[in-house]
């Protein structure tokens, strides 16, 4: 089960903060509305994998998504765009993804 919503996490986080970039790209560096467009299909997509969490508390399971997001978003934002994390950025994500292990995989 936590290797179902791990993997859920990812792709959501491929899925939003992708489909934030295409937007992003869309509008900021000019390359159009099909680049919109296919930001917000993903976007869109992004809400349908979040449901398939194994967990049934929706709110449980976006507040544990805004950690793996902000760990994808410097993840991407080296990738796509060249950015460097300086150590606090990296100790911040790392203090996020801590909390979303708490959040969702902690006995109850």
Do not use: N, T
């Not at 869309?26 to 869109?44: C, D, F, N, P, Q």
Request: aromatic share 14%.
């Amino acid at each position: 089960m936590v290797l179902k919503s791990a993997a859920l996490f990812v792709l959501a986080a491929l899925l939003e903060i992708g489909g934030a970039w295409l937007v992003w790209q869309g509008l900021r560096e000019h390359r159009g509305w099909l680049w919109i467009g296919a930001g917000a299909v993903s976007l869109g997509a992004y809400g349908f994998v979040a449901a398939f969490q194994p967990d049934s508390h929706f709110g449980r399971v976006l507040a544990a998504y805004g950690g793996v997001f902000i760990a994808g978003s410097l993840i991407w934002g080296v990738i796509a765009d060249g950015f460097r994390p300086d150590r606090w950025d990296v100790i911040g994500a790392l203090i996020c993804l801590g909390g979303v292990g708490i959040i969702m995989y902690g006995p109850r």
